[in-house]
């Protein structure tokens, strides 16, 4: 695989209206079509709700070169500032991630662990957000392919430490990371926060407040359960998700399942803890009523419990 190839592969997965720059100082980021984006600087290399690439922002000299030294895996591309020779690393994966996505919360877990993994393997600035990348394609950084082939998950984990469920739930409190773990603190947060919450908008025309509701719970916790906030975007692309999974999935039918299933398991937990006792009470000549009365059940569900 050529290095152009890997840049190829990098802009065929960017989105139809990337934020771009030249100079985010006096600029600022901007959303333009694709082509025109691609003449600018800087891009955005992912798109709120899937992530492409693992991108890392190396600001020392030598930081398109010291990944090697520092036992990191090779990044697809490096581009690196001619000026004070810091860089920026691009990690292509195999299978883009959503992370986004009620139906795949373990992968976007698993790709968060592996960021912040890479992050510290590489000491890559742990503020950036990856929001915009140097972009590979334009010629003022200068760029070099290094791996060549977009890499599996487990491919980059036999790199590095992978960080705990618990020190990622911890590091997306601390006001300097930027980093996906942000994303699934939130999203576990709100996703388990909506089951409750819908329940108050089952009724025809609902749909649109409920959806309302859990972008209020995102932002919510945007603001109060992590310690560096994401961006709107972000935050609606997550309330989107979650309201409509649940909206869809989580009807007052697959409620009353739920529910009875709990009871069903609940029942059979209580009956393997009394049945012993009301055997003995029955043995000893008791009544099924004066049985159910002590231990404070039903005298029928006394008798299924013994004729099982």
């Keep these: 695989m050529q290095r152009q190839d890997a840049a190829e592969l990098f802009q065929k997965r960017?989105?139809?209206r990337p934020y771009c720059s030249n100079d985010l100082t006096t600029e600022g980021i901007y959303r333009l079509p694709l082509s025109s984006a691609l003449l600018h600087k800087l891009i955005q290399p992912n798109s709120s709700g899937l992530i492409s690439n693992l991108v890392f922002d190396i600001d020392r000299l030598g930081g398109a070169l010291d990944w090697s030294d520092r036992n990191a895996p090779p990044p697809s591309i490096a581009m690196m500032n001619p000026t004070n020779g810091h860089a920026h690393l691009i990690y292509l994966l195999a299978t883009p991630v959503p992370v986004s996505d009620v139906a795949r919360v373990k992968p976007a877990k698993y790709l968060a662990a592996i960021q912040e993994g890479l992050r510290r393997r590489l000491d890559a600035d742990m503020c950036y957000a990856g929001l915009i990348v140097k972009n590979p394609m334009h010629d003022h950084w200068i760029t070099?392919?290094?791996?060549?082939?977009?890499?599996?998950?487990?491919?980059?984990?036999?790199?590095?430490?992978?960080?705990?469920?618990?020190?990622m739930k911890c590091r997306s409190r601390q006001f300097d990371y930027a980093g996906l773990g942000r994303n699934c603190t939130v999203f576990e947060i709100v996703r388990k926060q909506a089951y409750s919450a819908v329940r108050d908008y089952w009724r025809p025309g609902g749909g649109p407040s409920?959806?309302?509701?859990?972008?209020?719970?995102?932002?919510?916790?945007?603001?109060?359960?992590?310690?560096?906030?994401?961006?709107?975007?972000?935050?609606?692309?997550?309330?989107?998700s979650i309201s409509k999974w649940t909206w869809?999935?989580?009807?007052?039918?697959e409620f009353r399942a739920i529910q009875s299933a709990r009871g069903r398991r609940k029942g059979s937990v209580k009956r393997e803890q009394l049945l012993p006792m009301a055997k003995s009470m029955v043995a000893e000549g008791k009544s099924l009523r004066d049985v159910g009365r002590t231990l404070g059940v039903h005298h029928l569900t006394i008798k299924s419990w013994l004729n099982k």
């Design 14 to 16: 960017l989105s139809r």
């Design 144 to 167: 070099r392919q290094w791996a060549y082939a977009p890499y599996q998950l487990d491919d980059l984990a036999d790199y590095i430490d992978l960080p705990s469920p618990a020190e």
């Design 210 to 240: 409920f959806a309302a509701s859990v972008l209020n719970l995102v932002l919510v916790a945007n603001h109060t359960d992590i310690g560096n906030p994401m961006q709107l975007s972000e935050c609606r692309t997550i309330a989107r």
């Design 248 to 253: 869809e999935r989580f009807t007052l039918t």
